[in-house]
């Protein structure tokens, strides 16, 4: 197992045009996180999925974005009607059930809106 | 609501010196407390995780404390090397929450 993989690295899009990213966990972490990172700043929460049921999510996660993880493996997230402030990291993490409480973090896919 | 200093927000040190960075939080309702690296443009790679009834944890150069009661933690790193620059981010885990919240890190420079 390599670890948490994130699909594509980095996305380039105009504003107004919606985005799609992908995150699989690692195997067997029923436990997934997204978070966004913008310059200079720390990772900050965006949504949770415990298997595939999606159990909290952040006042940050407007009606334009949606995440699903649908058979409680990989995960994607949307952003609809994308905004020049939707430029950012977008990192997922994973963790497994019980033994340990640590989230190990993906690559990122880095986006920038123009 | 929890909020995560890290001080100082950047700090340059010549190869061989050993180094404290710092992070501090608000809430002492916390379930664990995870330090992190992150190299530019690069996803974060976990350093230690200390849980809430931890006072300290270990790994090779690097050492992690825990006060929980004041809101506080070090990150050691002993004999620092050039390869340790990167961003070292602190997070907290609350009681009851799942997610971590981060403070802004502290970007390290080791010069040869």
Known sequence: DTGVSQDPRHKITKRGQNVTFRCDPISEHNRLYWYRQTLGQGPEFLTYFQNEAQLEKSRLLSDRFSAERPKGSFSTLEIQRTEQGDSAMYLCASRPPAATNEQFFGPGTRLTVL | ?112
């Open chain 2, 1 to 112: 609501k929890q909020e995560v200093t890290q001080i100082p927000a950047a700090l340059s040190v010549p190869e061989g010196e050993n180094l404290v960075l710092n992070c501090s939080f608000t809430d002492s309702a916390i379930y664990n407390l995870q330090w992190f690296r992150q190299d530019p443009g690069k996803g974060l790679t976990s350093l230690l995780l200390i849980q809430s009834s931890q006072r300290e944890q270990t790994s090779g150069r690097l050492n992690a404390s825990l006060d929980k009661s004041s809101g506080r933690s070090t990150l050691y790193i002993a004999a620092s090397q050039p390869g340790d620059s990167a961003t070292y981010l602190c997070a907290v885990r609350g009681t009851g929450f799942q997610k971590l919240v981060f403070g802004t890190g502290t970007r390290l420079l080791v010069s040869p």
